[in-house]
Protein backbone atom coordinates (compact mmCIF):
# COMPACT_ATOMS: atom_id res chain seq x y z
CA UNK A 1 0.00 0.00 0.00
CA UNK A 2 1.20 3.88 -0.84
CA UNK A 3 2.56 5.11 2.17
CA UNK A 4 2.54 2.26 4.07
CA UNK A 5 5.56 3.34 6.33
CA UNK A 6 3.09 6.05 7.36
CA UNK A 7 -0.14 3.93 7.32
CA UNK A 8 0.18 3.23 11.69
CA UNK A 9 -1.72 5.44 13.03
CA UNK A 10 -5.19 3.93 12.33
CA UNK A 11 -3.88 0.27 12.12
CA UNK A 12 -6.61 -1.15 14.08
CA UNK A 13 -10.26 -2.71 13.85
CA UNK A 14 -9.35 -3.84 10.56
CA UNK A 15 -8.45 -0.53 9.17
CA UNK A 16 -5.52 0.42 7.42
CA UNK A 17 -5.72 3.85 6.33
CA UNK A 18 -3.03 5.71 4.53
CA UNK A 19 -1.39 8.55 6.34
CA UNK A 20 1.82 10.96 4.98
CA UNK A 21 4.03 13.07 7.87
CA UNK A 22 6.69 13.70 4.78
CA UNK A 23 6.73 17.05 4.55
CA UNK A 24 7.79 16.80 1.01
CA UNK A 25 4.43 14.55 0.59
CA UNK A 26 2.23 16.67 2.01
CA UNK A 27 3.42 20.30 1.48
CA UNK A 28 0.68 20.88 -0.87
CA UNK A 29 -2.06 20.40 1.57
CA UNK A 30 -0.81 23.09 3.23
CA UNK A 31 -1.47 25.73 1.07
CA UNK A 32 -4.26 27.28 -0.74
CA UNK A 33 -5.30 29.45 -4.27
CA UNK A 34 -4.93 32.54 -2.37
CA UNK A 35 -1.25 31.33 -1.01
CA UNK A 36 -2.36 31.00 2.52
CA UNK A 37 -0.10 28.80 4.42
CA UNK A 38 -0.28 26.71 7.28
CA UNK A 39 0.90 23.36 8.98
CA UNK A 40 0.28 20.28 10.42
CA UNK A 41 1.12 16.71 11.78
CA UNK A 42 -0.07 14.23 9.33
CA UNK A 43 -2.34 14.14 6.57
CA UNK A 44 -5.05 10.58 6.28
CA UNK A 45 -6.63 9.77 3.40
CA UNK A 46 -9.39 7.85 3.91
CA UNK A 47 -11.50 5.59 1.34
CA UNK A 48 -14.79 5.58 2.82
CA UNK A 49 -17.09 6.69 5.52
CA UNK A 50 -16.39 3.95 8.02
CA UNK A 51 -12.75 4.88 7.82
CA UNK A 52 -13.67 8.98 8.73
CA UNK A 53 -15.77 7.73 11.58
CA UNK A 54 -12.67 6.06 13.14
CA UNK A 55 -10.08 8.59 12.65
CA UNK A 56 -12.74 11.25 13.87
CA UNK A 57 -13.76 9.29 16.52
CA UNK A 58 -9.51 8.90 18.03
CA UNK A 59 -9.30 12.56 17.28
CA UNK A 60 -12.36 13.59 19.30
CA UNK A 61 -10.90 11.00 22.33
CA UNK A 62 -7.15 12.56 22.32
CA UNK A 63 -8.84 16.11 21.46
CA UNK A 64 -6.62 16.25 17.87
CA UNK A 65 -7.37 19.23 16.22
CA UNK A 66 -8.38 17.88 12.51
CA UNK A 67 -9.17 19.81 9.58
CA UNK A 68 -10.90 18.78 6.11
CA UNK A 69 -9.17 19.23 2.76
CA UNK A 70 -10.87 19.75 -0.57
CA UNK A 71 -9.00 19.94 -3.54
CA UNK A 72 -7.10 23.10 -3.02
CA UNK A 73 -8.72 25.97 -5.16
CA UNK A 74 -10.31 27.86 -2.27
CA UNK A 75 -9.10 31.60 -1.48
CA UNK A 76 -9.79 32.03 2.08
CA UNK A 77 -7.82 29.22 3.44
CA UNK A 78 -10.62 27.26 4.56
CA UNK A 79 -8.33 23.71 3.76
CA UNK A 80 -5.12 24.90 5.08
CA UNK A 81 -4.92 23.99 8.81
CA UNK A 82 -2.81 25.83 11.53
CA UNK A 83 -2.28 22.81 13.59
CA UNK A 84 -3.45 19.12 14.80
CA UNK A 85 -4.23 16.61 11.38
CA UNK A 86 -5.98 16.48 7.83
CA UNK A 87 -8.29 14.09 6.31
CA UNK A 88 -7.98 14.80 2.61
CA UNK A 89 -11.07 13.89 0.69
CA UNK A 90 -9.12 13.04 -2.75
CA UNK A 91 -10.04 9.35 -2.81
CA UNK A 92 -13.81 9.59 -2.21
CA UNK A 93 -13.99 10.06 -5.71
CA UNK A 94 -17.22 7.97 -7.03
CA UNK A 95 -20.25 9.28 -9.09
CA UNK A 96 -22.55 6.48 -6.80
CA UNK A 97 -25.45 6.91 -9.07
CA UNK A 98 -27.29 9.09 -11.93
CA UNK A 99 -30.78 8.69 -12.18
CA UNK A 100 -32.09 10.57 -15.53
CA UNK A 101 -35.57 9.77 -14.94
CA UNK A 102 -36.17 11.72 -11.60
CA UNK A 103 -32.95 14.02 -12.28
CA UNK A 104 -30.71 13.56 -9.54
CA UNK A 105 -27.05 12.57 -8.91
CA UNK A 106 -25.11 10.54 -5.73
CA UNK A 107 -21.68 11.79 -5.41
CA UNK A 108 -18.97 11.36 -2.19
CA UNK A 109 -17.53 14.44 -1.66
CA UNK A 110 -14.09 14.10 -3.83
CA UNK A 111 -15.53 14.14 -7.10
CA UNK A 112 -14.28 16.73 -9.34
CA UNK A 113 -16.98 18.96 -10.55
CA UNK A 114 -15.81 19.22 -14.29
CA UNK A 115 -15.54 15.12 -14.04
CA UNK A 116 -19.40 15.22 -12.41
CA UNK A 117 -20.39 17.88 -15.25
CA UNK A 118 -19.07 15.54 -18.04
CA UNK A 119 -20.56 11.99 -16.93
CA UNK A 120 -24.26 14.09 -16.27
CA UNK A 121 -23.72 15.71 -19.79
CA UNK A 122 -23.62 12.71 -21.83
CA UNK A 123 -26.96 11.24 -20.18
CA UNK A 124 -28.33 15.21 -21.70
CA UNK A 125 -28.25 16.47 -17.74
CA UNK A 126 -27.00 19.43 -16.39
CA UNK A 127 -26.07 20.78 -12.92
CA UNK A 128 -26.23 24.98 -12.82
CA UNK A 129 -23.71 25.40 -10.37
CA UNK A 130 -20.67 26.94 -11.58
CA UNK A 131 -17.83 27.88 -9.87
CA UNK A 132 -14.77 29.34 -12.06
CA UNK A 133 -12.71 26.79 -10.81
CA UNK A 134 -13.80 23.83 -12.19
CA UNK A 135 -11.56 21.42 -10.33
CA UNK A 136 -12.93 21.64 -7.26
CA UNK A 137 -14.57 19.03 -5.21
CA UNK A 138 -17.88 18.94 -4.86
CA UNK A 139 -17.88 18.99 -1.22
CA UNK A 140 -16.01 21.56 -1.03
CA UNK A 141 -18.86 23.31 -2.99
CA UNK A 142 -21.19 22.16 -0.66
CA UNK A 143 -19.23 23.26 2.14
CA UNK A 144 -18.70 26.60 0.90
CA UNK A 145 -22.22 26.96 -0.76
CA UNK A 146 -20.20 28.09 -3.79
CA UNK A 147 -21.85 29.86 -6.89
CA UNK A 148 -20.56 31.27 -10.17
CA UNK A 149 -21.62 32.54 -13.26
CA UNK A 150 -25.29 30.92 -13.40
CA UNK A 151 -26.28 32.07 -10.25
CA UNK A 152 -27.83 34.85 -11.68
CA UNK A 153 -30.67 32.39 -13.15
CA UNK A 154 -30.40 29.48 -11.11
CA UNK A 155 -29.03 30.01 -7.48
CA UNK A 156 -26.55 28.46 -5.59
CA UNK A 157 -25.25 25.17 -4.92
CA UNK A 158 -27.60 25.16 -1.85
CA UNK A 159 -30.59 25.08 -4.01
CA UNK A 160 -29.45 22.01 -5.78
CA UNK A 161 -28.62 19.86 -2.96
CA UNK A 162 -31.45 17.37 -1.97
CA UNK A 163 -29.46 15.36 0.72
CA UNK A 164 -26.19 14.42 2.57
CA UNK A 165 -24.88 11.89 4.74
CA UNK A 166 -22.53 13.43 7.37
CA UNK A 167 -19.43 12.20 10.09
CA UNK A 168 -20.24 14.78 12.93
CA UNK A 169 -17.29 16.06 14.92
CA UNK A 170 -18.09 13.36 17.76
CA UNK A 171 -17.93 10.36 14.81
CA UNK A 172 -21.67 9.96 15.28
CA UNK A 173 -23.26 9.73 11.41
CA UNK A 174 -26.47 12.04 10.47
CA UNK A 175 -28.32 11.46 7.02
CA UNK A 176 -30.19 14.41 6.13
CA UNK A 177 -33.04 14.73 3.45
CA UNK A 178 -34.32 18.03 2.47
CA UNK A 179 -37.53 19.15 4.15
CA UNK A 180 -37.09 15.73 6.98
CA UNK A 181 -35.95 18.29 9.57
CA UNK A 182 -36.78 21.43 10.93
CA UNK A 183 -36.40 23.88 13.37
CA UNK A 184 -38.97 25.38 15.50
CA UNK A 185 -38.67 28.77 15.38
CA UNK A 186 -34.97 29.32 15.76
CA UNK A 187 -34.77 25.81 18.09
CA UNK A 188 -33.13 22.74 16.30
CA UNK A 189 -33.46 19.35 17.27
CA UNK A 190 -32.11 15.77 15.43
CA UNK A 191 -30.93 12.54 16.50
CA UNK A 192 -28.19 10.87 14.96
CA UNK A 193 -28.10 8.02 13.32
CA UNK A 194 -26.77 6.12 16.54
CA UNK A 195 -29.03 7.57 19.00
CA UNK A 196 -27.49 11.14 20.20
CA UNK A 197 -29.72 13.76 20.12
CA UNK A 198 -28.97 17.41 19.80
CA UNK A 199 -31.13 20.36 20.48
CA UNK A 200 -29.82 24.06 20.51
CA UNK A 201 -30.48 27.53 19.46
CA UNK A 202 -29.63 28.86 15.73
CA UNK A 203 -28.16 32.89 15.86
CA UNK A 204 -31.05 35.04 15.13
CA UNK A 205 -29.07 37.27 12.99
CA UNK A 206 -30.40 38.44 9.76
CA UNK A 207 -28.91 37.93 6.83
CA UNK A 208 -28.45 39.61 3.67
CA UNK A 209 -30.96 39.32 1.18
CA UNK A 210 -28.74 38.69 -2.04
CA UNK A 211 -25.80 36.16 -2.97
CA UNK A 212 -24.64 35.50 0.27
CA UNK A 213 -21.90 33.05 1.64
CA UNK A 214 -20.27 34.16 5.01
CA UNK A 215 -21.37 32.63 8.19
CA UNK A 216 -23.65 30.11 9.14
CA UNK A 217 -26.61 30.16 7.37
CA UNK A 218 -29.55 30.60 9.95
CA UNK A 219 -33.34 31.62 9.80
CA UNK A 220 -36.62 30.90 11.48
CA UNK A 221 -38.08 27.02 10.89
CA UNK A 222 -35.07 26.49 8.51
CA UNK A 223 -34.44 23.16 7.07
CA UNK A 224 -31.29 21.57 9.27
CA UNK A 225 -29.56 20.79 5.63
CA UNK A 226 -29.33 24.32 5.19
CA UNK A 227 -26.88 24.58 8.47
CA UNK A 228 -24.53 22.48 7.09
CA UNK A 229 -24.12 23.54 3.84
CA UNK A 230 -21.25 26.93 3.83
CA UNK A 231 -20.72 25.60 6.79
CA UNK A 232 -17.10 25.30 5.83
CA UNK A 233 -16.45 22.10 7.64
CA UNK A 234 -16.70 23.04 11.03
CA UNK A 235 -19.84 21.28 12.16
CA UNK A 236 -19.29 17.53 10.15
CA UNK A 237 -17.59 15.85 7.33
CA UNK A 238 -19.62 15.73 4.06
CA UNK A 239 -19.34 12.07 2.56
CA UNK A 240 -21.96 11.66 0.25
CA UNK A 241 -24.45 14.03 -1.78
CA UNK A 242 -27.61 13.53 -3.53
CA UNK A 243 -27.95 16.72 -6.41
CA UNK A 244 -30.93 17.75 -8.09
CA UNK A 245 -30.32 18.08 -11.87
CA UNK A 246 -31.85 19.68 -14.81
CA UNK A 247 -32.31 18.66 -18.45
CA UNK A 248 -29.68 20.00 -20.90
CA UNK A 249 -31.14 22.59 -22.48
CA UNK A 250 -31.01 22.26 -26.40
CA UNK A 251 -28.56 25.49 -26.92
CA UNK A 252 -27.38 28.51 -25.43
CA UNK A 253 -26.53 31.93 -26.98
CA UNK A 254 -23.05 33.04 -25.48
CA UNK A 255 -21.25 36.61 -26.33
CA UNK A 256 -18.99 38.56 -25.17
CA UNK A 257 -19.76 42.39 -25.95
CA UNK A 258 -17.05 45.55 -26.09
CA UNK A 259 -17.38 48.89 -24.46
CA UNK A 260 -15.77 51.73 -25.28
CA UNK A 261 -17.28 53.25 -21.89
CA UNK A 262 -17.41 51.47 -18.52
CA UNK A 263 -20.62 53.15 -18.31
CA UNK A 264 -22.41 51.93 -21.05
CA UNK A 265 -21.31 48.51 -19.80
CA UNK A 266 -22.45 49.53 -16.62
CA UNK A 267 -25.91 50.39 -17.83
CA UNK A 268 -25.96 46.89 -20.12
CA UNK A 269 -26.27 45.03 -17.31
CA UNK A 270 -28.68 46.73 -15.42
CA UNK A 271 -31.32 46.88 -18.25
CA UNK A 272 -30.45 43.17 -19.14
CA UNK A 273 -30.46 42.00 -15.59
CA UNK A 274 -34.34 44.11 -14.73
CA UNK A 275 -35.36 42.37 -18.31
CA UNK A 276 -34.44 39.14 -17.63
CA UNK A 277 -35.90 39.24 -13.64
CA UNK A 278 -39.07 40.25 -15.63
CA UNK A 279 -39.09 37.45 -17.55
CA UNK A 280 -38.77 34.93 -15.20
CA UNK A 281 -41.87 36.81 -13.29
CA UNK A 282 -43.95 36.71 -16.13
CA UNK A 283 -42.74 33.28 -17.77
CA UNK A 284 -42.74 34.31 -21.20
CA UNK A 285 -40.17 33.94 -24.30
CA UNK A 286 -37.66 36.79 -23.65
CA UNK A 287 -34.38 38.13 -22.68
CA UNK A 288 -33.61 35.90 -19.70
CA UNK A 289 -29.59 36.14 -18.60
CA UNK A 290 -28.06 32.98 -17.39
CA UNK A 291 -25.30 34.98 -15.96
CA UNK A 292 -24.09 38.81 -16.51
CA UNK A 293 -20.02 38.58 -16.29
CA UNK A 294 -17.96 42.15 -16.22
CA UNK A 295 -15.01 43.02 -17.25
CA UNK A 296 -13.15 46.55 -16.31
CA UNK A 297 -10.19 47.48 -18.66
CA UNK A 298 -7.85 46.51 -16.17
CA UNK A 299 -8.87 43.10 -16.48
CA UNK A 300 -8.98 42.65 -20.36
CA UNK A 301 -5.55 44.20 -20.23
CA UNK A 302 -4.17 41.31 -18.01
CA UNK A 303 -5.85 38.78 -20.35
CA UNK A 304 -4.31 40.95 -23.47
CA UNK A 305 -1.54 38.72 -23.76
CA UNK A 306 -3.61 35.63 -24.13
CA UNK A 307 -6.15 37.17 -25.82
CA UNK A 308 -4.92 39.56 -28.48
CA UNK A 309 -8.25 39.54 -30.38
CA UNK A 310 -9.86 41.70 -27.67
CA UNK A 311 -10.25 44.92 -29.21
CA UNK A 312 -7.70 47.87 -28.54
CA UNK A 313 -8.79 51.09 -26.87
CA UNK A 314 -11.86 48.62 -24.71
CA UNK A 315 -13.28 50.01 -21.74
CA UNK A 316 -15.29 47.34 -20.36
CA UNK A 317 -16.73 44.03 -21.84
CA UNK A 318 -19.53 41.61 -20.45
CA UNK A 319 -20.21 38.18 -21.08
CA UNK A 320 -24.12 36.93 -21.24
CA UNK A 321 -25.29 33.41 -21.91
CA UNK A 322 -29.15 32.57 -22.35
CA UNK A 323 -30.94 28.68 -22.64
CA UNK A 324 -32.10 29.21 -26.58
CA UNK A 325 -33.92 26.50 -28.55
CA UNK A 326 -34.72 25.85 -32.43
CA UNK A 327 -38.10 27.40 -32.10
CA UNK A 328 -36.73 31.08 -30.12
CA UNK A 329 -33.36 31.36 -31.41
CA UNK A 330 -33.40 33.89 -34.02
CA UNK A 331 -36.27 35.58 -31.87
CA UNK A 332 -33.90 35.63 -28.99
CA UNK A 333 -30.91 36.87 -30.89
CA UNK A 334 -32.76 39.70 -32.46
CA UNK A 335 -34.25 40.70 -28.70
CA UNK A 336 -30.54 40.96 -27.37
CA UNK A 337 -28.91 42.52 -30.39
CA UNK A 338 -31.66 45.42 -30.15
CA UNK A 339 -30.41 45.74 -26.25
CA UNK A 340 -26.82 45.61 -27.53
CA UNK A 341 -27.51 48.17 -29.69
CA UNK A 342 -28.97 50.74 -27.14
CA UNK A 343 -25.70 50.96 -25.17
CA UNK A 344 -23.32 51.79 -27.62
CA UNK A 345 -21.82 48.38 -28.09
CA UNK A 346 -20.05 47.82 -31.49
CA UNK A 347 -21.72 44.72 -32.97
CA UNK A 348 -19.16 43.96 -35.49
CA UNK A 349 -16.73 43.76 -32.21
CA UNK A 350 -18.87 41.80 -30.56
CA UNK A 351 -17.94 38.00 -30.54
CA UNK A 352 -20.86 34.71 -30.85
CA UNK A 353 -20.56 31.60 -29.78
CA UNK A 354 -21.55 28.99 -32.41
CA UNK A 355 -20.74 26.06 -31.58
CA UNK A 356 -20.00 24.34 -27.98
CA UNK A 357 -16.20 24.60 -28.57
CA UNK A 358 -16.27 28.80 -29.45
CA UNK A 359 -18.69 28.67 -26.31
CA UNK A 360 -16.30 26.94 -24.13
CA UNK A 361 -13.81 29.41 -25.38
CA UNK A 362 -15.96 31.95 -23.89
CA UNK A 363 -16.03 30.40 -20.43
CA UNK A 364 -12.25 29.77 -20.38
CA UNK A 365 -11.90 33.78 -21.17
CA UNK A 366 -14.20 34.43 -18.35
CA UNK A 367 -12.44 32.26 -16.21
CA UNK A 368 -8.95 32.92 -17.04
CA UNK A 369 -9.05 36.03 -15.12
CA UNK A 370 -9.24 33.91 -11.92
CA UNK A 371 -6.29 32.27 -12.89
CA UNK A 372 -4.45 34.78 -13.61
CA UNK A 373 -4.63 36.71 -10.04
CA UNK A 374 -3.67 33.20 -8.87
CA UNK A 375 -0.53 32.82 -11.26
CA UNK A 376 0.45 36.53 -10.10
CA UNK A 377 0.30 35.55 -6.61
CA UNK A 378 2.36 32.75 -6.91
CA UNK A 379 5.00 34.21 -8.45
CA UNK A 380 4.82 37.28 -5.85
CA UNK A 381 4.51 35.03 -3.16
CA UNK A 382 2.01 37.14 -1.92
CA UNK A 383 -1.68 36.22 -0.32
CA UNK A 384 -4.37 36.96 -2.24
CA UNK A 385 -6.55 40.39 -1.68
CA UNK A 386 -9.43 40.01 -3.73
CA UNK A 387 -12.95 41.24 -2.54
CA UNK A 388 -15.80 38.62 -2.24
CA UNK A 389 -18.83 41.60 -2.23
CA UNK A 390 -22.02 41.71 -2.82
CA UNK A 391 -24.74 44.56 -2.20
CA UNK A 392 -28.48 45.21 -3.23
CA UNK A 393 -29.03 45.91 -6.56
CA UNK A 394 -29.93 50.03 -5.64
CA UNK A 395 -26.60 50.54 -4.55
CA UNK A 396 -24.59 48.52 -6.85
CA UNK A 397 -23.67 51.46 -9.15
CA UNK A 398 -22.80 53.59 -6.06
CA UNK A 399 -21.07 51.09 -4.75
CA UNK A 400 -18.48 49.74 -7.21
CA UNK A 401 -17.35 53.53 -7.97
CA UNK A 402 -16.68 54.02 -4.44
CA UNK A 403 -14.71 50.58 -4.58
CA UNK A 404 -12.61 51.50 -7.75
CA UNK A 405 -11.86 55.33 -6.83
CA UNK A 406 -10.27 54.27 -2.93
CA UNK A 407 -8.42 51.94 -4.98
CA UNK A 408 -7.49 53.99 -7.84
CA UNK A 409 -6.16 56.66 -5.61
CA UNK A 410 -3.97 54.26 -3.69
CA UNK A 411 -2.27 53.98 -6.69
CA UNK A 412 -2.24 50.01 -6.26
CA UNK A 413 -1.99 47.72 -9.56
CA UNK A 414 -5.58 46.22 -9.53
CA UNK A 415 -8.22 44.55 -12.14
CA UNK A 416 -11.80 44.15 -11.23
CA UNK A 417 -14.53 41.82 -12.45
CA UNK A 418 -17.38 39.80 -11.19
CA UNK A 419 -20.62 38.64 -11.45
CA UNK A 420 -22.57 42.13 -12.31
CA UNK A 421 -26.06 40.49 -12.61
CA UNK A 422 -25.97 39.27 -8.37
CA UNK A 423 -24.33 42.71 -7.67
CA UNK A 424 -21.06 40.68 -7.01
CA UNK A 425 -17.93 42.25 -7.31
CA UNK A 426 -14.57 40.66 -7.21
CA UNK A 427 -12.13 43.60 -7.25
CA UNK A 428 -8.51 41.77 -6.76
CA UNK A 429 -5.66 44.21 -5.39
CA UNK A 430 -2.21 42.92 -6.97
CA UNK A 431 0.47 44.31 -4.33
CA UNK A 432 3.98 43.43 -5.17
CA UNK A 433 5.68 43.83 -2.28
CA UNK A 434 4.93 43.39 1.43
CA UNK A 435 4.51 47.24 1.98
CA UNK A 436 1.55 47.06 -0.70
CA UNK A 437 -0.04 44.34 1.06
CA UNK A 438 -0.40 46.09 3.75
CA UNK A 439 -1.78 48.80 2.20
CA UNK A 440 -4.26 46.00 -0.02
CA UNK A 441 -5.49 44.96 3.44
CA UNK A 442 -6.53 48.24 4.89
CA UNK A 443 -8.44 49.23 1.64
CA UNK A 444 -10.11 45.84 1.48
CA UNK A 445 -11.22 46.30 5.41
CA UNK A 446 -12.87 49.63 4.32
CA UNK A 447 -14.32 48.30 1.25
CA UNK A 448 -16.28 45.51 3.10
CA UNK A 449 -17.16 47.97 5.44
CA UNK A 450 -18.99 49.75 2.59
CA UNK A 451 -20.79 46.95 1.56
CA UNK A 452 -21.99 46.11 4.89
CA UNK A 453 -23.04 49.63 5.07
CA UNK A 454 -25.23 49.11 1.82
CA UNK A 455 -26.48 45.73 4.03
CA UNK A 456 -24.80 43.25 1.87
CA UNK A 457 -22.29 41.29 2.10
CA UNK A 458 -18.62 40.56 2.62
CA UNK A 459 -18.32 36.96 1.13
CA UNK A 460 -21.01 36.40 -1.67
CA UNK A 461 -19.32 32.90 -2.64
CA UNK A 462 -16.10 32.01 -1.29
CA UNK A 463 -16.96 31.80 2.21
CA UNK A 464 -14.60 33.08 5.31
CA UNK A 465 -12.15 30.64 6.09
CA UNK A 466 -9.53 32.03 8.27
CA UNK A 467 -8.09 34.96 5.82
CA UNK A 468 -11.81 36.99 6.28
CA UNK A 469 -12.81 36.19 9.83
CA UNK A 470 -12.44 39.67 11.17
CA UNK A 471 -14.50 40.78 8.35
CA UNK A 472 -17.15 38.66 9.28
CA UNK A 473 -16.66 39.90 12.51
CA UNK A 474 -17.13 43.44 11.65
CA UNK A 475 -20.17 42.41 9.19
CA UNK A 476 -22.28 40.93 12.35
CA UNK A 477 -20.96 41.75 15.51
CA UNK A 478 -19.38 39.63 18.33
CA UNK A 479 -22.96 39.00 20.12
CA UNK A 480 -23.87 37.20 16.94
CA UNK A 481 -19.65 35.56 16.19
CA UNK A 482 -20.30 34.21 19.78
CA UNK A 483 -23.41 32.60 19.03
CA UNK A 484 -22.26 31.18 16.03
CA UNK A 485 -19.09 29.55 18.18
CA UNK A 486 -22.15 28.13 20.65
CA UNK A 487 -23.76 26.93 17.95
CA UNK A 488 -20.56 24.51 16.96
CA UNK A 489 -19.70 24.05 20.73
CA UNK A 490 -23.17 21.87 20.83
CA UNK A 491 -22.27 19.61 17.46
CA UNK A 492 -18.37 19.54 18.54
CA UNK A 493 -18.27 19.59 22.14
CA UNK A 494 -14.14 19.03 21.81
CA UNK A 495 -13.59 21.88 19.52
CA UNK A 496 -11.75 19.61 17.23
CA UNK A 497 -13.30 20.21 13.59
CA UNK A 498 -12.10 23.02 10.89
CA UNK A 499 -10.47 25.69 13.87
CA UNK A 500 -10.28 28.91 12.85
CA UNK A 501 -12.37 28.85 9.85
CA UNK A 502 -15.60 31.39 10.19
CA UNK A 503 -14.39 32.61 13.54
CA UNK A 504 -11.03 32.69 15.93
CA UNK A 505 -10.79 30.12 17.99
CA UNK A 506 -10.67 32.18 20.96
CA UNK A 507 -14.83 32.29 20.75
CA UNK A 508 -14.86 28.70 21.93
CA UNK A 509 -13.70 29.39 25.18
CA UNK A 510 -16.01 31.96 25.69
Partial sequence: MEGDNNATWYKYRGLQVISKTDISEIASYLVDASNYKGKCEEVIFPENENEIVEIIKRANRTKVAVT???????????????????????????????????????????????????????????????????????????????????????????????????VLPTGDTLTLDRGSIKASGHVIKFVSNEGASFEFNLPDYSMPAGKHAAGYFSAENMDLIDLFIGSEGTLGIITEIKLKLLTLPENTLSSVLFFDNESDALSFISAARKISYETREENNNGIDALGLEFFDKNSLEFLREDYPLIPSDTDAAVWFEQEINADNEEILFDKWVGLIEQYNCNIENAWFASNDFERKKFQNFRHAVSWKVNEFLSKTNIRKVGTDTAVPVESFNEYYHLAKKLVSESGLDFISYGHLGNCHLHLNMLPKNDKEFLAAKTLYARICSEAVKRKGTISAEHGIGKIKREYLLDMFGEENIIKMANLKKNIDPNMILSLGNIFDKKYLIK
Fill in 68 to 166: ISGNGTGLTGGRVPDEGIVIATDKLDKILEINPNEKYAVVQTGVLLSDFKKEIEQKKLYYPPDPTEQNCFIGATVSTNASGSKTFKYGPTRDFVLAMKI
